[in-house]
């Protein structure tokens, strides 16, 4: 910008420049507060198993009730989050929250339910991660089965070292799934290599069904491969009662989407959730 204004300029931003650079600074002040503050709230969004037409459990997302912006979805700071060192700490908020979550339900509901937590890479690879996860299944009397911690592709960049965490968490009886499954570049290299126990089909494949038949054959072929492979799978993001019916037909044993519930803050996800499998018979 500055070049083509001509020499002499030093640098020239842009009204929107100026915008953006100043909405991050104050993104990235705020967020620092935003724990203490109790600003950061957990939705959870209910897993169906469609054969069975029951809950299987719920994924944790993180929200950010932010006092002026108001409420800010993950895309909007986790990158923030990662990239001034706050991550670490919001993971280990989430993580515990959610096991409290998650024992508090078992209590009420009797079921074992699943929650599963999506970490970034950083917090991953962290040094403590494998000691931060005992202690909050530790702390909330949660069985290792019922925690499932999501990673993605880009989690696996470092793949030596994740994947002796992915072995160490599966040691302890931790589900580990890989999220958005499909996106990434090596996704059968790491199926190779790394005891995952489920793929989240990402949503790109399933926004199409059933009228794109190369989707639908792409989800075929995941899920034909993860009953091969023993692995649990889900599918992401079902709106449609068309994509609901395409999965069920292809046989998709857990699904998950705004079709079967939105990620509803902690005081309604329940009810919510139960809500949806009554009605899951004809929705499945
Ligand atoms: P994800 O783990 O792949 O989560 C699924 C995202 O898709 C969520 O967006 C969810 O609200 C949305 N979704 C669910 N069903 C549907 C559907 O039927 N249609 C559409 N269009 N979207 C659907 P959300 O909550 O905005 O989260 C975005 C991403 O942020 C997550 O993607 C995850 O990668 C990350 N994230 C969320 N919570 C956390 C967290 O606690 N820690 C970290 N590190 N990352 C998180
Ligand atoms: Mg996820
Ligand atoms: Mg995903
Ligand atoms: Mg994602």
Redesign the pocket.
């Known amino acids: 910008e500055a070049k083509r204004q001509g020499k002499g300029r030093i640098c020239v931003y842009t009204s929107d420049m100026t915008d953006t650079v100043r909405t991050r600074l104050n993104l990235e002040q705020c967020l620092h507060h935003a724990l203490e503050r109790q600003e950061l709230e957990?939705?959870y969004?209910p897993v169906f198993d469609l054969a069975e037409g029951s809950l299987v459990g719920f994924?944790?997302?993180?929200?950010w009730n932010h006092p002026v912006s108001g409420l800010l979805?993950?895309?909007q700071f986790?990158r923030i989050a990662e990239e001034c060192g706050l991550?670490q700490s919001?993971?280990s908020w989430?993580l515990d929250s959610a096991l409290q979550q998650l024992s508090q339900w078992s209590e009420t509901t009797g079921t074992t339910l699943v929650m599963a937590?999506?970490?970034?890479p950083k917090?991953f690879l962290q040094d403590d991660f494998l000691t931060l996860v005992e202690a909050a299944l530790r702390r909330w009397q949660v069985p290792a089965h019922q925690l499932e911690i999501?990673i993605?592709e880009s989690t696996l960049q470092d793949f030596q070292r994740s994947r002796g965490i992915v072995s160490a968490l599966r040691g302890l009886g931790v589900r580990v799934a890989i999220?958005?499954f499909g996106t990434g570049y090596s996704s059968l290299a790491l199926l190779k290599h790394l005891p995952v126990s489920r793929i989240?089909i990402?949503?790109s494949f399933i926004l199409a069904l059933p009228d794109n038949k190369r989707d639908l054959g792409l989800v075929s072929v995941m899920l034909k491969m993860a009953s091969s492979l023993e692995l649990q799978v889900t599918a992401?993001?079902?709106?449609t009662r068309q994509q609901a019916e395409a999965l069920q037909q292809l046989g998709c044993p857990t699904v998950?989407?705004?079709?079967y519930g939105?990620?509803l803050p902690a005081a309604r996800a329940l009810q919510g959730a139960f809500t949806s499998v009554q009605r899951c018979d004809d929705k499945c």
């Open positions: 957990l939705y969004q994924e944790a997302l993180i929200r979805l993950p895309d986790i991550i919001i993971g989430v937590v999506n970490v970034s917090q999501e993605t999220d958005d989240k990402d949503r992401e993001g079902v709106e998950q989407g705004f079709y939105y990620p």
